[in-house]
């Protein structure tokens, strides 16, 4: 039982054997990641759904997740990936169920202006793009709390949200009676895999993450919820779980083959990388401070990589000749005493060096960067860990 009470079991299976696997730093919640000893399903209790909103500030450790920007980057993927099981404008009603800032809806109504959407949010703060606009309906509650119809809805938008909840298997259950016997289902969770990487620097386990899925979880959790999987995880894809589903039969979750053993490995290795890794990135912000001192430095990408390199690496800001970012500069104008600006404004900035801080859009942004500035020196969050900062940038 490992400490877990009797009200505290599995989410997918219903087991009690919930293996306490790895004890979360910085967490205000007080979370635990457990592994459940019969199908593997990675889960953080005590199962809070909800807590008081922190400043919008993105954060490197566990209080990550409250400037809510993140999703609308899946927008256009996500259009792409359903256009492919029907066109867009053959859908009549959709529910996006964690409609955020409503990048997903506005972009579905303008392909497709007939279809009638209920967007579901809880969060007050974020409906203005979307409230009161024509066949949109906002519910502002969490999704558990909504009472949800039967068979209306033959498109749900279901993306960053399933991981959220409290309750995720019951949940879509009724998400799944909700929809038509040929709806579609669009879900994306974050993947579990992600944590094999070996250049973590922040926590992965945040507070408002209380599921873990790996592709198997993921797939049992749908099928046992009563989908039947169209499109599985794509194996390549370590940062997202993206499943393609429509209402099939209930199929009762059981052990899942290696799942446990896997996953108790992974975050045995993730706690070790983790703590080995932050070690590196405080001498490496070291190195970059006096770098910093004499050559002008820009840091792209105000995300995690970046607050983790001033909270955890030491990193002063103020030292720096700016910082740019595509999106968080929309949402927050200032970090660490540092102005947050849009890509264009680095050409003002004149750097010698400019710190790419992100790894999923890492060559995307060195093509941005080489079109504004041909030529510009890029540094990596590899080059802070492996303590390459002095070296091969100071010609
Ligand atoms: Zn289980």
Same mark, same amino acid.
């Not at 009470?5 to 505290?8: D, S």
């Not at 790895?22 to 990641?33: F, N, Q, S």
């Not at 039947?228 to 059981?254: F, H, S, W």
């Given at each position: 039982m490992s400490?877990v009470?009797?009200?505290?079991r599995c989410?997918?299976c219903?087991s009690s054997g919930l293996a306490m696997a ?12 457990y592994v459940c000893d019969d199908c593997g399903l990675v889960q ?38 359903? #256009? ?52 949109? #309906? ?21 993306? /960053? ?5 409290? /309750? ?43 599921? /873990? ?10 099928? #046992? ?30 052990a899942i083959?290696?799942e446990t053993v896997?996953k108790k ?17 405080? #001498? ?44 968080? /500069? ?66």
């Open positions: 400490g009470t009797e009200t505290e989410d997918l219903g790895y004890d979360v730093p910085g967490t205000a919640r007080g979370l635990k990641a953080s209790l005590p199962r809070i759904d909800h807590v008081a909103r922190r400043s919008a500030f993105p954060d490197s450790g566990a209080g990550f997740g409250n400037i809510r920007y993140g999703k609308g980057f899946r927008t256009q993927f996500a259009l792409d990936t359903i #256009a492919k099981y029907r066109p867009l404008e053959r859908f009549k009603y959709c529910m996006d169920v964690g409609a955020n800032r409503g990048s997903f809806i506005l972009a579905l109504q303008k392909q497709a202006p007939d279809i009638k959407i209920d967007a579901v949010e809880p969060d007050e703060r974020v409906l203005a793009e979307y409230q009161g606009r024509e066949n949109i #309906a906002v519910i502002n509650k969490r999704i558990e709390a909504v009472a949800l119809p039967k068979a209306k809805y033959d498109l749900v938008y279901h993306c /960053h949200t399933l991981e959220h909840e409290a /309750h995720p298997l019951s949940s879509l259950r009724a998400v799944c009676e909700a929809m038509t016997p040929d709806g579609i289902l669009f879900l994306e969770v974050p993947n579990i895999a992600f944590l094999a990487g070996t250049d973590l620097v922040e926590e992965w386990f945040i507070d408002k993450h209380l599921y /873990h899925y790996s592709a198997p979880t993921l797939c049992a959790t749908l099928e #046992a919820a009563g989908f039947k999987i169209l499109q599985a995880p794509n194996p390549d894809d370590v940062t997202n779980l993206t499943v393609i589903a429509t209402p099939g039969q209930v199929k009762q979750a059981g083959a290696g896997e490995a992974l975050l045995a290795a993730y706690a070790k990388n983790l703590q080995e890794n932050q070690q590196k990135l405080k #001498a490496g912000a070291q190195n970059l401070m006096t770098f910093a001192g004499h050559r002008r430095v820009v840091i792209w990408g105000a995300g995690r990589i970046f607050t983790s390199l001033v909270d955890i690496g030491g990193f002063d800001a103020r030292r720096l000749a700016g910082v740019v970012d595509k999106n968080i /500069h929309k949402y927050v104008s200032e970090m660490f005493g540092v102005a947050i600006k849009a890509p264009e404004a680095i050409t003002e900035m004149k750097p010698d060096v400019v710190l790419v801080a992100s790894r999923l859009y890492l060559d995307e942004i060195k093509v941005e960067l080489d079109a504004l500035m041909p030529g510009t020196d890029v540094l990596t969050l590899d080059d802070v860990l492996k303590g390459r900062v002095g070296e091969d940038h100071e010609k």
